[in-house]
T-cell receptor, first 115, second 113 residues
Framework: DAGVIQSPRHEVTEMGQEVTLRCKPI?????LFWYRQTMMRGLELLIY????????DSGMPEDRFSAKMPNASFSTLKIQPSEPRDSAVYFC?????????????FGPGTRLTVL | QQQVKQSPQSLIVQKGGISIINCAYE??????FPWYQQFPGKGPALLIA?????SEKKEGRFTISFNKSAKQFSLHIMDSQPGDSATYFC????????????FGKGTMLLVSP
């Protein structure tokens, strides 16, 4: 298996622009997680989907952030409009069922820089 | 938000030495404690995990020690190697309903040759 696939790997954009990050989870995994990693705040859970349904979006910073999972093999995280403080590495992870003790498999991340 | 506090922030150990990273938690409902390892430019990957019915779990050179009464757990890396140089995250989750992980802020480990 190719593992969790994220694109793009690097994104540089200007403040105010729309940014879309993409994720393909491991085939057969029913849960998908979006995380943001910064030096100051570490790894923060943004949103969690189970069977394509958002279960917990309490970590989404504000209305500028939105996430969708139209099917079991694809998810997007959109930031509109982007701001310099959104600069971070964004990870997508997937797990078999999202239940207790499930291993989360992380993608390689997207490094976002907002100028 | 439930917290997991991790220390130290960074650690330098000589090759062959023991690396020790500590974590403490507040939520007594937490009952699954994994450690993730992250190399530069990569996503975190599960290293080892423990559940509170045991006080210690060992896998090769990696050992988790768990103290339920103190609400603390730690990762010990024996005979540390330069290839162990990475960032280590402790995490915790509870078994109720849908389970998400709460991560510590990470420890950057450098093992000097």
């Amino acid at each position: 298996d190719a593992g969790v696939i994220q694109s793009p790997r690097h994104e540089v954009t200007e403040m105010g622009q729309e940014v879309t990050l993409r994720c393909k989870p491991i085939s057969g995994h029913n849960s998908l997680f979006w995380y943001r990693q910064t030096m100051m705040r570490g790894l923060e859970l943004l949103i969690y989907f189970n069977n394509n349904v958002p279960i917990d979006d309490s970590g989404m910073p504000e209305d500028r952030f939105s996430a969708k999972m139209p099917n079991a093999s694809f998810s997007t995280l959109k930031i509109q409009p982007s701001e310099p403080r959104d600069s971070a590495v964004y990870f997508c992870a997937s797990s078999l069922g999202g239940s207790f003790g499930d291993t989360q498999y992380f993608g390689p991340g997207t490094r976002l820089t907002v100028l | 938000q439930q917290q997991v506090k991790q220390s130290p922030q960074s650690l330098i150990v000589q090759k062959g030495g023991i690396s020790i990273i500590n974590c403490a938690y507040e939520n007594t409902a937490f009952d699954y404690f994994p450690w993730y390892q992250q190399f530069p430019g990569k996503g975190p990957a599960l290293l080892i995990a423990i559940r509170p019915d045991v006080s210690e779990k060992k896998e090769g050179r990696f050992t988790i020690s768990f103290n339920k009464s103190a609400k603390q757990f730690s990762l010990h890396i024996m005979d540390s190697q330069p290839g162990d140089s990475a960032t280590y995250f402790c995490a915790a989750s509870s078994g109720s309903g849908y389970s998400t992980l709460t991560f510590g802020k990470g420890t950057m480990l450098l093992v000097s040759p």
